[in-house]
């Protein structure tokens, strides 16, 4: 079957930085992908992997190493707004269908 | 703004009674989107792919006549949960992807409660 494990809960302070680990198991893989979703709302992109390594947009940077079947999210200079649900997702297949982890919900504390 | 539009937000019916939501690609053409849902401090669950023009494809395990899904154009899909009951409230949600790179695209959700 299909499985995407991440942390379920991380709390941290303003400032400080975060990483959110997503390790997958599927049958095929074009790509991980990185939402953002607050309470109530629907999820917004952030990033995407499909090739080893690192990318950096802003505060937010992730990775992929697909020998490993593993990526991260790492959010910097933690922020108030910054407290979310965040979702891993692969990308399966050509057609951007997706399946998403578990989600981990990020506190951040003054 | 939005690229992907969902309609309506937030909606309450009756138990048995049909609900339908809208998808709409505003800025590009979509022959696929897709359907989620997601129930409180959950992940998204994917439901169908809509194709336009065609049949919607099912993920396992979901009714096919109870969420009906029409795809009659490039920029809109919809979803009817029929003789909705309580445990179908949930946080519907659809997807398509478009313009360059791998970007997809969410509307807005909508919320369901089914009393």
């Known amino acids: 079957g299909q499985s995407l494990e991440q942390p379920s809960e991380v709390t941290a302070v303003e400032g400080a930085i975060v990483q959110i680990n997503c390790t997958y198991q599927?049958?095929?893989?074009?790509?991980l992908s990185w939402y953002q979703q607050h309470d109530g709302g629907a999820p917004t992109f952030l990033s995407y992997n499909a090739l080893d390594g690192l990318e950096e947009t802003g505060r937010f940077s992730s990775f992929l190493s697909r020998s490993d079947s593993y990526g991260y999210l790492l959010l910097q200079e933690l922020q108030m707004k910054d407290s979310a649900s965040y979702f891993c997702?692969?990308?399966?297949?050509?057609?951007?269908?997706?399946?998403f982890g578990g989600g981990t919900r990020v506190l951040v504390k003054p | 703004g939005a690229v992907v539009s969902q309609h309506p937000s937030w909606v309450i019916c009756k138990s048995g009674t049909s609900v339908k939501i809208e998808c709409r690609s505003l800025d590009f053409q979509a022959t696929t989107m897709f359907w989620y849902r997601q129930f409180p401090k959950q992940s998204l669950m994917l439901m169908a792919t809509?194709?336009?023009?065609?049949?919607?494809?099912?993920e396992q395990g979901v009714e096919k006549d109870k969420f009906l899904i029409n795809h009659a154009s490039l920029t809109l899909s919809t979803l009817t949960v029929t003789s909705a009951h309580p445990e179908d409230s949930s946080f519907y949600i659809c997807?398509?992807?478009?313009?360059?790179?791998?970007?997809?695209?969410f509307g807005e959700g909508s919320w369901l409660t089914v009393v």
């Open positions: 809509s194709n336009e023009g065609s049949k919607a494809t099912y």
């Open positions: 599927t049958s095929g893989f074009y790509g």
């Open positions: 997807s398509a992807g478009g313009g360059s790179g791998n970007t997809i695209y």
């Open positions: 997702a692969v990308t399966r297949a050509a057609g951007n269908k997706l399946t």
